[in-house]
């Protein structure tokens, strides 16, 4: 009975349901649409190996290039390292002074071949204070290299091996670099000959503060290839196998790389290559402007308008800047058409010009564009070719002036720095390079002149006294 009355219920329940389902199509036939598009349920298909979506750059020969071109440098340090006796014992039985130790080190690192008659360009950091550089190529022989010539500056050193018929990587344009453009980073990290990484180019004019010489030019390319130590002075190649960069420096809280890497661009290192084959040192080009970046905080203050360029804060009365008509809140926004967004792109750009180049500045004054014509000076306002003083054979040394930022962290207002070392009596008395002069035989030193009238005036030995960069304290 239950049974009957169940199934009575179901043929109901389905009559019920088609008598709806006829009306509703007589009333809203014409109007439907079907729901579901055919097109929507296409397989999905994955991308082969074949389709242009799935197709990267090729590398190979980039990569086979560059390992033939980038040597292993392998630097010997010797100096003597000063030990001070004991001043208990010395209070009871004597001062005995102190004794010197010769202590050798061996860091090693990268570089790039740049001729086929042996001219090699690596970090001026990875060569500093070398007595002894060794270059292996990638197959393995093994050279004697000569120092033709560095610029701390720029973190940029010149190599000679006496060898023929190498290859060699071409200086690219990095100026024609753009941010996401693969790259190769080619070097030795931890020792590892001819490691080849990967990577597209983060950013551009990177300014990360780690040359501390006055004029330092920092305009880093960051790349996000892997560069490790060991890497400094290898080559950042673009997929052409062009030379676009000199790898140089990582940001790491680990001392190995955690993704930030940087290289000086080739339009610099190619600059002060030339340089110093042609005139054996670098000669560097000055605006005679002080300059800083602009941002909105800034351009509300200043009432800038338009948030572009890097503006003149100061005009050195002796510069190019004010012979050319370069005013106190000019904005430059191009240097021979090619714009300048901040200092570092500045920078770079002027460092690419000798003094006595003229080039076209693009200035933006009262909101009007205006083209203006320089005559690039030396730091003496001349366009002569200069030469880093020295006082001599005898002391071996290259000095400059304190640059602002040591003399305010070291808190002393005077001193001339050793920037190159070479056989004299320096180097056998122990200083190392980087060495900070702040007095001779007692004499109180401002600069250079000082140093030389002291040692002409010297009948015997001079007493030398100063402070290394770290700040340590010494005298020889």
Known sequence: MKSKYLL?????????GLVAVYLFVAIFGDGIKPAINAEVYQPVRLASLNSPQSQFPDF????????????????????????????????????????????????????????????????????NGASDIEVTLNDKRTFRAKLVGADATTDIALLKIDEKELTFLSFGNSDNVKIGEWVLAV??????????????????????????????IESFIQPAAVVNPGNSGGALVNTNGELIGINTA??????????????????????????IIEFGEVQRAYLGVAIQDINSEF????????????????????????????????????????EVKKVAQLQEQVSKYRPGDEINITILRNNSDKKLLIT????????????????????????????????????????????????????????????????????????????????KNSNGGLLIEGIYPNGISAYY
Do not use: C, W
Request: zero cysteines.
């Open 60 to 127: 190979t020969v980039a990569a086979e290039k560059s390992v033939h071109s980038v040597v292993h440098v392998k630097i010997v340090k010797k100096g003597l390292v000063q030990y001070y006796d004991n001043p208990f014992y010395n209070f009871f039985f004597g001062d005995r002074g102190y004794y010197q130790q010769e202590e050798i080190t061996v860091p090693s690192g990268s570089g790039v071949i740049v001729s086929s008659d042996g001219y090699i360009v690596t970090n001026n950091h990875v060569i």
């Open 8 to 16: 009575l219920s179901i043929i109901s329940a389905v009559a019920g």
């Open 187 to 216: 070097g030795n990290p931890f020792n590892l000959t001819s490691t080849v990484t990967a990577g597209i180019i983060s950013a551009k004019a990177r300014n990360i503060n780690i040359l501390d010489k006055q004029y330092a």
């Open 250 to 275: 990582i940001a790491s809280p680990t001392g190995s790389y955690t993704g930030y890497s940087f290289a000086i661009p080739s339009s610099i290192a190619k600059k002060i290559v030339s340089d």
């Open 299 to 338: 351009a509300k203050e200043a009432k800038i308008q338009r948030l572009e360029g890097v503006y003149v804060s100061g005009i050195s009365e002796t510069g190019a800047a004010k012979d050319a008509g370069i005013n106190v809140g000019d904005i430059i926004i191009a240097i021979n058409n090619f």
């Open 376 to 455: 690039l000076l030396n730091k003496n306002g001349t366009t002569s070719v200069i030469k880093t003083e020295s006082v001599g054979t005898v002391l071996g040394a290259r000095f400059e002036p304190m640059s602002e930022n040591l003399k305010i962290r070291l808190r002393i207002p005077f001193g001339v720095q050793i920037v190159a070392l070479g056989e004299g009596k320096l180097k056998k008395a122990g200083v190392k390079e980087g060495f900070i002069i702040t007095h001779v035989n007692r004499e109180r030193i401002e600069n250079m002149d000082d140093i030389k009238r002291i040692v």
